[in-house]
């Protein structure tokens, strides 16, 4: 990929606001900055584009998690990132296997299956007994999970699925963030070395684009952490699942063709 300055400053630009997103909610870094990045250059490419500031940014957000905090949390979910790895890796190996239209239309279905589940205005049929036999504590589940949500995450960055286990726990806001950003944490930081084993970089060009997409990153994570308290929850929520209806629709229309 040649990356002209046009190119570089729509790829910044996109990165900023996922991090402004993830500041102000815990999540949606690696969802929207791919989803918006995937109609514009392309799905594969988009997630590798992503992997650096993805990982750049959960890093200033686990911060939250003081040390306790921190080692409670890895002895609570480390069978979930454990498998996560485990999926992430085989989710890595496909991407390049998966073509752009089958990949493009999976985004915008996993996110709109996000949105259905997470949404708080309409209870969903089923959506409880789902949640209470499958989302639960226990470690066999946790390690079946993660490996899903390593697969999907590897493959398209979706990690939606992440969230939606964690929200189930009822977690305070704080820990949630903190343990989001933990998760996604140890997932990206093997799938940095992944990908240049893998050869997904493709050259320097890449490689560059998504280090110093990086630090655009970091300065909209910042912003959206410095203004979530002075936003309503319900405010966050709303135009969150908005922007994610929106991303959703167009990935899918582009996905099969319209």
């Not at 799905?43 to 993805?54: K, S």
């Not at 985004?107 to 409880?128: A, D, T």
């Amino acid at each position: 990929m040649e990356v002209t300055l046009a190119t570089a400053a729509l790829v910044f630009g996109i990165v900023a606001f996922g991090g402004f997103v993830t500041g102000v909610n815990g999540f949606g870094f690696s969802v929207v900055g791919t989803a918006l990045l995937a109609a514009t250059i392309g799905p594969q490419l988009a997630v590798v584009v992503m992997i650096l500031p993805i990982l750049a940014g959960n890093v200033s957000l686990v911060r939250e998690l003081d040390r306790s905090s921190l080692q409670s949390c890895v002895r609570r979910f480390w069978p979930y990132v454990a498998a996560a790895v485990v999926g992430t890796v085989v989710g890595m190996v496909l991407l390049s296997a998966i073509p752009t239209g089958p990949l493009t239309l999976a985004l915008g279905v996993f996110v709109l299956v996000y949105v259905v589940f997470s949404q708080p205005w309409l209870s969903i049929p089923g959506e409880k007994r789902l949640r209470d036999s499958c989302f639960t504590e226990k470690t066999g589940m946790k390690a079946a999970l993660g490996l899903v949500s390593g697969l999907i995450f590897g493959a398209s960055n979706v990690g939606v699925q992440v969230v939606a286990y964690l929200q189930s726990l009822n977690l305070d806001r704080s820990t949630f963030v903190g343990v989001v950003a933990l998760i996604f944490l140890g997932i990206s930081a093997v799938r940095v070395a992944l990908a240049a084993w893998l050869g997904l970089f493709g050259g320097t060009n890449v490689l560059a684009l998504s280090a110093v997409a990086a630090l655009p990153g970091l300065v909209g994570v910042r912003a959206g952490t410095w203004v979530r308290p002075k936003i309503p929850q319900s405010s966050q929520i709303a135009a969150t699942m908005g922007l994610l209806t929106l991303i959703g629709l167009r990935l899918a229309s582009r996905g099969i063709g319209f």
